[in-house]
């Protein structure tokens, strides 16, 4: 849990409802808490839906229309002052709604963006990203760390920048437990048999700094190794990663910036060190099922 006094602390929340329908039945969107402000409402909507007023080349980004809307699956990050300055400029970007740039999607990639803990809408088609898939993932990262808009998922990563000085005992030992030079391009990093699986399988046009984020990525799915690893996929940038245990899936698309290999690889690491308790709790919880 963050510590900021609640009347500062800024959670924003990813939301989905599913639908029996077509592809993109049902419908995806966030929310952001500020402090003890009302809520925000924020959702990818197309001109041509009867809800909406027609606004021409203005953005498909509308705010408030969720305010009565159910959800099926919700989940929760807390934000620092730089990813709240972050998701404040994603908002203000001009986005057209579009078959594959749909609710789910503009909603998995600006969490996964202003976060950087990857959300997952994707189904076996490569572009194609709906809500229930993205149900499924929002269940299957709350039944491995359930979150609450009181009790949000504080991004590791970046806590570890904002409180180096102000935590630098915790932080030291972190970094004395994943030293920023053990990067996963060295073979006694945790993560190294599926970096090099990884950039094997992609064309060398694919940077380093973007295999260790799709790394990163796998992991967080529950792909940890190559052995889990049932498809590599590259088209037009997008790196796609599909797992042998139905369901598992991590991708990076072309348009995110990776951070470094570094970063990356202290993810990671982390994540492996607290591998064996998060497994033996995932031994109580069902399959997904997909």
């Not at 966030?30 to 021409?56: C, F």
């Amino acid at each position: 849990m963050g510590t900021e006094p609640a009347s500062e602390r800024v959670v924003l929340g990813i939301h989905s409802r599913g639908g029996q329908g077509g592809l993109t039945d049902g419908h995806a969107w966030i929310t952001v808490k500020r402090g003890n402000s009302p809520i925000e409402y924020y959702g990818l909507w197309p001109d041509d839906h009867p809800m909406v007023e027609d606004n021409g080349a203005g953005t498909d980004i509308r705010s408030g229309m969720e305010k009565t809307q159910r959800s099926d699956a919700d989940r929760y990050y807390d934000l620092s002052p730089a990813q709240t300055k972050a998701l404040d400029q994603s908002l203000r970007e001009n986005v057209t709604w579009e078959l594959n740039n749909n609710c789910s999607s503009w909603a998995s990639e600006t969490v996964s963006r202003v976060t950087g803990k990857h959300i997952d809408a994707g189904t076996w088609l490569p572009t194609v990203e709906t809500p229930n898939a993205l149900i499924d993932t929002i269940r299957e990262l709350e039944s491995r760390h359930p979150t609450s808009p009181s009790t949000p998922e504080v991004n590791e990563p970046a806590r570890e920048v904002r409180s180096s000085n102000s935590l630098g005992q915790n932080d030291s030992s972190q970094e004395r437990s994943n030293p920023p030079t053990n990067a996963m391009t060295d073979p006694g990093h945790a993560g190294n048999r599926l970096f090099a699986g990884l950039r094997e399988g992609l064309p060398q046009h694919i940077s380093d700094e973007r295999v260790a984020f799709a790394a990163q990525r796998a992991n967080e799915a529950g792909i940890t190794d190559m052995s889990k690893v049932s498809r590599v996929i590259e088209r037009d940038g997008d790196v796609f990663i599909a797992g042998t245990t139905p369901g598992f899936r991590a991708s990076v698309l072309a348009g995110e910036q990776p951070p470094t290999i570094e970063h990356s690889s202290t993810a990671l690491a982390q994540r492996a060190a607290a591998q064996p308790s998060m497994e033996s709790d995932a031994q109580a919880v069902s399959p997904r099922m997909v």
